[in-house]
């Protein structure tokens, strides 16, 4: 006489771990451009100091500022942070080039963040443009786009 036995059979076991093989296999690029996401959200915020001093820079002189020396900022290579390497003023437009401790897949990509003015009148404040974004109406976008990296791994804002 034999009891009635309960368990899994080795079939049901290897069939439950392909389906977890798959879930997570589906779930893992949505989980690194998230990550990559925040590391980009963390560049922007390291370049708010800049977009002030350019800021003040126009407001005062009318006119966009072409480096880091002519708004008293250190060397772009001088201005890192946990996931930034460089940060360089250029014709008003801030260059945000990613490394350090970054994603593998956004070292060295580089996100563009420009002023948007209102020309002939610079007490109107700036609006500031990531990556693709454009440009709010009546406003002119100053500066140049150097926005290298994928349209998934920019902020929702930045794209076009």
């Given at each position: ?38 590391q980009v959200s963390e560049g922007m915020a390291l ?36 996931y930034v390497s460089e940060v360089n003023v250029r ?70």
């Amino acid at each position: 006489m034999r009891g009635n036995q309960s368990g899994f059979t080795l079939i049901e076991l290897m069939i439950v771990i392909a389906i977890i093989g798959i879930l997570s296999t589906l779930a893992l690029p949505s989980y690194q451009d998230r990550v990559i996401r925040a590391q980009v959200s963390e560049g922007m915020a390291l370049a708010e100091f800049v977009k002030q001093s350019i800021a003040a820079h126009y407001s005062r002189n009318r006119v966009m500022p072409r480096d880091n020396g002519a708004v008293g900022l250190p060397d772009g290579k001088l201005i890192v942070g946990n996931y930034v390497s460089e940060v360089n003023v250029r014709d008003g437009a801030i260059d945000i080039t990613f490394g350090n401790r970054t994603n593998k897949f956004l070292a060295g990509k580089m996100l563009s963040l420009r002023p948007a003015v209102v020309p002939g009148h610079p007490v109107v404040p700036i609006a500031w443009l990531c990556g693709n974004a454009s440009a709010p109406e009546k406003m002119k976008i100053m500066g140049q786009n150097a926005t290298n990296l994928p349209p998934s791994h920019l902020p929702v804002d930045c794209r076009s």
